[in-house]
């Protein structure tokens, strides 16, 4: 599934317009524990957060995530949306709930972030 | 040992979230430049960007400094805060001494340390209480990489 998919499933606004929405992410981890995400997650995943904070943005940048869905309608300052396009990270804005959103994404056939069978690199998640 | 073959260092103010992640984002982009594989990027990013983090929530701030050597690739994190008081609990997933204010920002879940250890090869802390911490963190590079 690509961005735009994600945005049509979750009813979503795209916040950085100019970025390539066209990547396919396959997996996605909902948290608000950005140390978590940067524990759990694997290059290429979708986040889902009630954050917004530039530290979102920062910790998608680092663990190289597909992109960012912020949650429940929190409004986002201008700020997080150019610090965004700057990480090439894109964001998409929903008022669904982080459940909601979750729920949607995993009957399209989003999977959980999970490690693949076999793999024994230090990067994908042991859960 | 051979002089590394690029050196860089970051500087660190304590509490200053608007630019917290700035220095792990500079030196990424300076990995990615090298052209390094990129889950050798992606691991020397997340403990970057795990250390900085704790230089700016408990460390009142410090130095990072980026090391390219042939070997590995060093970072090493030097803080002027109070130091760690119990290394063993500091290391433990889900301890952690952050206020509900740096909760919020989705920090302080107690998972910083280990996170740096999953990502390196070598991990080493000195610390004394009123003294700060230095933490020395290397990813290898070439066949023992992981």
Not at chain 1, 45 to 71: H, K
Not at chain 2, 25 to 53: C, H, N, P, T, W
Request: charged residues 20%; hydrophobic residues 40%; glycine residues 8%.
């Amino acid at each position: 599934m690509n961005l735009y998919d994600v945005a049509s499933k979750l009813d979503a606004t795209i916040l950085t317009p100019k970025l390539d929405l066209s990547r396919q992410v396959y997996c996605a981890y909902g948290a608000d524990l950005l140390s978590d995400v940067l524990a759990f997650t694997r290059p290429s995943t979708l986040l889902l957060s009630g954050l917004i904070n530039i530290q979102v943005v920062r910790t998608a940048e680092m663990a190289e995530l597909g992109g960012i869905v912020v949650v429940r309608g929190k409004p986002v300052h201008h700020s997080l949306q150019e610090l965004a396009c700057a990480c090439k990270i894109p964001l998409l804005w929903t008022e669904l709930t982080m459940f909601e959103s979750c729920g949607r994404l995993y009957q399209s056939g989003i999977k959980p972030c999970i490690k693949d069978a076999g793999c024994d690199c230090h990067v994908c998640p042991s859960v | 040992m051979s002089a590394p073959l690029c050196k860089k260092e970051f500087y660190i103010q304590k509490f200053d979230f608007e630019h917290a992640g700035k220095a792990a984002s500079d030196a990424r982009k300076l990995l990615m430049d090298y052209g390094f594989d990129q889950q050798i990027v992606r691991r020397v990013a997340i403990a970057a960007y795990e250390a900085e983090m704790n230089m700016v929530i408990h460390g009142y701030g410090g130095t990072l400094i980026l090391e390219i050597n042939f070997e590995y690739i060093q970072l090493v994190a030097e803080d002027n805060g109070p130091g760690i008081s119990d290394l063993k609990l500091a290391m433990q997933e889900g301890f952690s001494t952050a206020s509900d204010e740096i909760r919020e920002i989705g920090f302080g879940a107690g998972m910083g340390l280990p996170n740096i250890k999953r990502c390196v090869n070598f991990l080493g802390i000195e610390t004394k209480p009123g003294r700060g911490t230095v933490v020395t963190m290397r990813v290898n590079l070439g066949p023992d990489a992981l």
